[in-house]
């Protein structure tokens, strides 16, 4: 938990957090799906010799297509000249991969299969004429000989209009959410010397990222990453006791990118709703402040802008409802942590989201900062 202001300037909010999920289903789509995977297969080990020129392969749900594969992405697949989408794909194979193609461990999430024999789990974030990528990590094009890619979940075939299509509509498109999320924070400690005399301290930080979050495949349901964002934060602490009092003012803007950020969209059925969580981190990103003293000359300093949770610790609604529409997320909660009889922190945050369907690769553009609000006050409870 964050604990701001007290003689190391400010004490950071450290949460490690981890998403546990299983994959699952009924022994008869289990079934189905092993049946299905097994039907492309076999069709794959007896495709026709390749022209020379066509080096990879892809093996749908329908037919093969041999070609250069150009890129694929969290919602289809370029194959020469065409772009597939990504839910019509079952089995990718790069440079002339020989057949029959191996054996597919489990249906019900992608796979790598490398060169060396070895096979990875996890899902494919993307690929490029150099590299495979995904959430471990990015490999060589060349160590990778085939990629399987498991069908998307339940509800999640609607391409690009309501949440629920982040594998992208056959036009190419992807879901944003973009708008603002927002963070109030006071911070108060008291202590008093062997004499009764007390010396207090007061922080109160605004903080406000406009933000544009893009839909992405992520272990069956849909990773939320930080494509884009502003932050704005306006901070003032004051000090005083029996020995004087000192006054920190300190603001900034920062443009800022998704590698300290990190969310899941999880697709409702019939046993669950759909729900989400977030947050907007800026572990990199500093702005100055300086502090005025009663016995001596100002300081200057460096503060860490505040990051921000939706659906996560402290947040106490974890994860966050998607509304009926599938189309917003909007919500506020507000919080105050007691750090034993003197200290507090209190934090009231606030986000509006709304989901946008734009192409992969144009997105919307990111809206500004919301208006500045009046500074923030020491003596506001």
Same mark, same amino acid.
């Given at each position: 938990?964050?604990l ?10 450290? &949460?490690?957090?981890r ?16 049946l ?8 794959? !080990? ?18 093969l ?7 694929c ?8 000249g ?7 794909i079952?089995?990718i ?5 020989? +057949?029959?193609?191996?054996t597919?461990?489990?249906?019900? !999430?992608?796979e790598?299969?490398?060169?060396d024999g070895?096979v ?7 690929l ?13 094009? %060349?160590?990778v000989r ?7 979940? !339940? ?9 629920g299509?982040g594998?992208?509509?056959?036009d ?14 006071v ?7 062997s ?5 207090r301290?007061? %922080?109160?930080?605004r ?5 544009? +979050? %893009?839909?992405g ?8 990453r +930080? ?8 901070l003032?602490?004051v ?6 009092s000192n006054?920190?003012?300190g ?7 998704g590698r300290?950020?990190d969310?899941?969209l999880? &697709? ?6 759909s ?7 800026? !572990? ?7 502090t005025?003293?009663s016995?001596?000359?100002p300081?200057?300093?460096?503060? +860490? ?14 994860p966050?409802?998607?509304?009926a529409?599938r189309r917003s ?5 507000t ?12 934090e009231?945050v606030?986000?509006e ?17 919301p ?7 020491e003596?506001?409870?």
């Open positions: 938990m964050e701001t202001g007290i003689d190391d300037r400010a004490s950071r909010r450290v &949460l490690a957090h998403d546990s999920r299983r994959a699952g289903g009924g022994r008869k789509v289990l079934l189905g799906l092993m299905a995977v097994s039907f492309m297969l076999a069709l794959a !080990a007896g495709v026709a010799p390749a022209p020379a020129e066509a080096r990879d392969l892809l093996v749908l749900r329908t037919e297509r041999r070609g250069e594969l150009l890129s992405d969290a919602t289809a697949c370029r194959l020469d065409s772009t597939i989408p990504r839910r019509d079952v089995l194979g790069l440079g002339d991969p020989p +057949l029959p193609s191996p597919v461990r489990n249906p019900l !999430a992608d790598l299969h490398l060169r070895t990875r789990p996890g899902p494919l974030v993307s490029d004429a150099r590299r495979v990528v995904t959430p471990a990590r990015a490999y060589e094009r %060349r160590e085939w990629i399987y890619l498991a069908p998307p979940p !339940a509800g999640s075939a609607g391409g690009g209009g309501a949440a299509g594998d992208g509509g056959e190419g498109t992807c879901g944003f959410w973009i708008g603002p999320v927002g963070r109030r924070g911070f108060r400690h008291s202590d008093s010397d004499l009764g005399a007390v010396t301290l007061t %922080r109160t930080a903080t406000v990222y406009t933000v544009r +979050l %893009r839909e495949p992520r272990s069956g349901d849909l990773g939320l +930080l494509d884009d964002a502003t932050v704005r934060e306006r003032r602490e000090v005083s006791g029996p020995t004087g006054r920190t003012e603001s900034g803007t920062s443009h800022i990118d300290t950020s969310g899941l999880v &697709l409702g059925g019939p046993s669950r709703p729900s989400y969580k977030f947050n907007v981190g800026t !572990a990199e990103y500093r702005y100055p402040s300086t005025h003293s016995s001596g000359p300081t200057h300093n460096q503060e +860490l802008f505040t990051g921000i949770w939706v659906g996560k610790d402290p947040d106490p609604d974890q966050r409802i998607l509304d529409s997320m909007k919500g506020e909660y919080i105050t942590h007691e750090y034993g009889e003197h200290t507090s922190l209190m009231a606030s986000w989201l709304t989901r946008v369907s734009a192409p992969c690769d144009a997105p919307p553009a990111l809206p500004p900062l208006a500045e609000s009046e500074p923030p006050d003596a506001e409870p």
